[in-house]
């Protein structure tokens, strides 16, 4: 199993930036697939997440209304687009598989992209 | 939201000593399947996170069964029963039963 991650960088305060994670060694399509997030120096956090088919889609409240997570399981490749960026989420931003079609237990990790939201 | 408390924060051991984490969810882990939802993490220095227990008790693949799983309902534990150098890191508990599924404040293990 590989995940990579890509996407990040710096960005002003308000603006957009889209994360990419792409799959491999397993069968992208039978896999719910998640976001986490882990600010410099703190600990993990949960950011979205959905089901194999992209359906079930879950936030946490801190990014609800302005990311959205989606998947083109055509391509093996999982997505986070964030709008209206705020300091508050600068962090390392992992994408995770989960156990199963269904499941949140993460069993594969990215190594992350970080991105940093500065003026 | 689901509140994860871990204790200690922070846990010097001695190589080959055992090694105790204990977490506390807000709720009642038990999912209507039977299954408790609570899973153990580890991140290394540097490194992604790694799942180590899953659903309270699973170990999950290639992680030395010196680790173990304990608990119900509300309260769990995280076992080492032997603690080597490469065991340093961050543990994190997770609950897995409802969005926003939430981590605990995470425990640094240090070796002495």
């Known amino acids: 199993v590989q995940l990579v991650e890509s996407g990040g960088g710096v960005v002003q305060p308000g603006r957009s930036l889209r994360l990419s994670c792409s799959g491999s060694?397993?069968?992208?399509?039978?896999?719910?697939m998640h976001w986490v997030r882990q600010a410099p120096g703190k600990g993990l956090e949960w950011v979205a997440s959905?089901?194999?088919?992209?359906?079930?889609?879950e936030y946490a409240d801190s990014v609800k209304d302005r990311f959205t997570i989606s998947r083109d399981n055509s391509k093996n490749t999982l997505f986070l687009q964030m709008k209206r960026l705020r300091g508050d989420d600068t962090a390392l931003y992992f994408c995770?598989?989960?156990?199963?079609?269904?499941?949140?237990?993460?069993?594969?990790w990215g190594q992350g992209t970080p991105v940093t939201v500065s003026s | 939201d689901i509140v994860m408390t871990q204790s200690p924060l922070s846990l010097p051991v001695t190589p080959g000593e055992a090694a105790s984490i204990s977490c506390n969810s807000s709720?009642?882990?038990?999912?209507?399947?039977?299954?408790?939802?609570l899973d153990w993490l580890l991140q290394r220095p540097g490194k992604s996170p790694q799942l180590l227990i899953y659903?309270?008790?699973k170990r999950a693949s290639g992680v030395p069964d010196r680790f173990s799983g304990t608990g119900a309902r509300t309260d769990f534990t995280l076992k080492i029963s032997r603690v080597e150098a490469e065991d340093v890191g961050v543990y994190y508990c997770?609950?897995?039963?409802?969005?926003?599924?939430?981590f605990g404040q995470g425990t640094r293990l240090e070796i002495e």
């Open positions: 959905l089901w194999y088919d992209g359906s079930n889609i």
């Open positions: 060694g397993f069968i992208f399509t039978n896999y719910a």
């Open positions: 997770m609950q897995v039963l409802h969005a926003p599924y939430t």
């Open positions: 659903l309270g008790s």
């Open positions: 995770a598989k989960g156990l199963g079609a269904v499941a949140a237990s993460l069993d594969s």
């Open positions: 709720q009642n882990l038990l999912h209507t399947n039977g299954e408790t939802h």
